[in-house]
């Protein structure tokens, strides 16, 4: 079965290569297509957070992974599997990130803490709602937090 999507926007971000750490650094923002006004963004600034759905079209299609591998080749964490990493090389190449709004300007959704290159499509935008968020205790192996240490910062 295919699905067909269509892009809503676009990032544009002071970072075109895609490296793995350090994206706090980064800013970036998300532009409407033409098929949008700048309505579709109305009432975003109301809420603290979005979450920022893209399609990571700059991963080659030879690195994707269906299979399980050690994280960022680092053989001192486990081999798992791809759906138990965050990792860009996902079989459909669709990123998530929950980001912090800064402001909204017209079509533009100004954004801190997007994981997202340059000119990456955005598939869509949803405001975080807490009661969306987990419910109960949330867990994690050791490794992921250890990945995870030089992410943002």
């Not at 290569?17 to 700048?38: A, G, P």
């Amino acid at each position: 079965m295919s699905i067909l999507l269509s892009k809503i926007g676009t990032v544009i971000s002071s970072r075109s290569e895609i490296l793995d750490d350090l994206w706090d650094k980064e800013n970036s923002y998300v532009e409407l297509t033409e098929n949008f006004k700048e309505e579709a963004l109305f009432g975003l600034q109301e809420f603290s957070h979005v979450e920022i759905i893209f399609f990571m079209n700059q991963v080659a299609d030879e690195k994707i992974e269906t299979s399980a591998r050690h994280p960022r080749g680092r053989k001192d964490w486990p081999k798992v599997g791809i759906f138990s990493q965050r990792a860009k090389n996902r079989p459909n190449k669709i990123g998530t990130t929950i980001c912090k709004i800064s402001k909204v300007e017209g079509k533009k959704l100004f954004l801190e803490g997007l994981d997202a290159v340059d000119g990456t499509p955005v598939l869509d935008i949803k405001p975080w709602v807490v009661e969306f968020g987990p419910r109960d205790q949330v867990k994690q192996p050791k490794w992921i937090a250890e990945l995870m240490e030089r992410y943002w910062k």
